[in-house]
């Protein structure tokens, strides 16, 4: 594993030249070795990333970890400790069938279909882990549209923790719900936005209290669009994009001021988050941008900030589903995925009390900070998406 970690989908250091990579610790649980390893780059700076020898039997580690008579089980080694803590009474002979679900992201996954999901976290980071912190949180609370937390893992040494994986129950036959709302439109799917528009509402209700780092201001990327728009041939826009900076960027600097109090939120809210069972929306990876620290992903945010995520990835639903349509029926006009944000709106004023207006008033910040990311996204990695946040910040 030492030898092709760089080549691994979850390598963050891609780009950076690396200098060595060494074992930093290990455990041998069950004839499987779960390995820390600590990745040197040229510039002096180090990673850690979790591994295990064997992926194959993963779910026999796991279900000798989680599965035993202790609710917290321990394993000592000359550096630190590997702890597994169970919240949840699980079946040892059924989780030792866990096998890997085969897409690989910026983490790793091991299922028993309908039963247990393991997310092994890759890279790791000193410090409590927002995914684990929220789903205790909602779980505590009552919030039945998250997968139950099952148990977690951590590795420990020189007085610092790292969340190295979480155990979950698998959903099972759900769909996503980018794929839901991509498909064909039906009239049906405006009421299951409105239904979404009110378990986001519930989403933030039970995670008020959670404590968090402090609200910072949001930093929208004007400076790096422009040159990237300077350097992709699109001169023409770079005078639209200083118009907003100068216009918008003050409503994202100053206090939070209005209905919402900075809380804990999803922090990277679209509808490739979600699943739906065909009854109700089920909210996943509340981990936030692996590529941040974890004093970034924590921080005390606008729930606005998740309500324009949504907003934006029904845009980009929207704007799919045009580009996909017959010649026929954009001249009828039947695509009703227009009509998505505002019944997600209907749905969150039901739930919360406040006014639509104000949830758009609100949200209209966050939205364009939300584009100028996309803009960004798109130019450096697919620039024939470019035109579906362009469409935004010219209509801002």
Known sequence: MINDITSKRWFMG????????????????????????????????????????????????????????PSVQIFKTEKGQFVFTRTCKIDKDTLAQASALGAEQSNSAFFVKGKYFFKLFRRLHAGTHPEQEILLQLNKNHFDGVPQLLGYAEYQTNGNSYAIGILENHIDGAQNAWDLFTGKQTLFLENAALWLGETTAKMHQALKGLKGTGAQPEKPPFEKLVKLLKANGKKDLVPLVDKLSCS??????????????????????????????????????????????????????????????????FAYAEAVCDANAPAEAKKKGTNSSSSYGLNFLVGYSKVSGIPIKQLEEESRPYILSKAIYEACYELEFRPDWFWIPEKALKEL
């Not at 909210?283 to 590529?291: A, C, H, R």
């Open 248 to 313: 918008q960027e003050p409503l994202l600097t100053q206090p939070a001021q209005g209905c919402f109090v900075p809380q804990r939120i999803h922090g990277d809210y679209h509808l490739g988050q979600l699943l739906f069972n065909g009854k109700d929306f089920i909210v996943l990876d509340f981990e936030g941008e692996p590529t941040r620290p974890l004093e970034f992903r924590r921080r005390l945010r606008s729930p606005a900030a998740d309500i324009a995520g949504m907003l934006r990835s």
């Open 14 to 69: 891609k780009g950076q030249p690396v200098r060595q990579i060494d074992e930093m610790d290990h455990i041998e649980i069950a004839g499987c070795t779960l390995q820390i390893l600590q990745v040197e780059f040229g510039n002096g700076s180090r990673d850690l990333y979790a591994t295990i020898e064997d992926e194959s039997r993963t779910g026999v580690l796991l279900a000798e970890c989680f599965g035993g008579a």
